[in-house]
Structures are given as C-alpha cells and as structure tokens.
C-alpha cells in the first residue's frame, strides 16, 4: 500500500513560536542617542516576530 508511508505533520506548535510578539518601547524623546537605541530595539522585536511569523506559515504549507 503506497499510501501508509505518507507523512503527517504534528498539530503541536512549539511553545516559543505561539507567544505574542514584544510590546515596542515608546520613543520618550527626539534626541539622536534615544532613537537609535529605540531603532534598534525595535528592528530586533519586528524580525524576532517576523521569524515566528513565517516557521507558524511554513508549518502549515
């Protein structure tokens, strides 16, 4: 039968893919040193979230 070695993919989600993206620090002033480290901080929560985003999508393909 050709058809009992097919794959099935588990329904589980691992833990760290299914927690909610990080708030974003709020900009508290305009100075040039305060928006770096905010850009910074904010680039890293947005491609951390992006990541989970796409391994949930790839799981599902």
Same mark, same amino acid.
């Given at each position: 039968?050709?058809?009992? #070695?097919?794959?099935?993919?588990?329904?589980?989600? =691992?833990? #760290?893919?299914?927690? =909610?993206?990080? /708030?974003?620090? *709020?900009? $508290? /002033?305009?100075?040039g040193r305060t928006l770096l480290i905010w850009s910074v901080d904010? !680039?890293? *929560?947005? #491609? $951390?979230?992006?990541? *989970?985003? $796409?391994?949930? !999508?790839?799981?599902? $393909?």
């Amino acid at each position: 039968m050709g058809c009992s #070695n097919s794959t099935h993919l588990s329904s589980t989600i =691992p833990a #760290n893919l299914l927690a =909610p993206c990080p /708030d974003l620090q *709020k900009l $508290e /002033d305009g100075t040039g040193r305060t928006l770096l480290i905010w850009s910074v901080d904010t !680039v890293a *929560k947005y #491609n $951390e979230c992006k990541s *989970k985003h $796409e391994a949930i !999508v790839k799981a599902f $393909e």
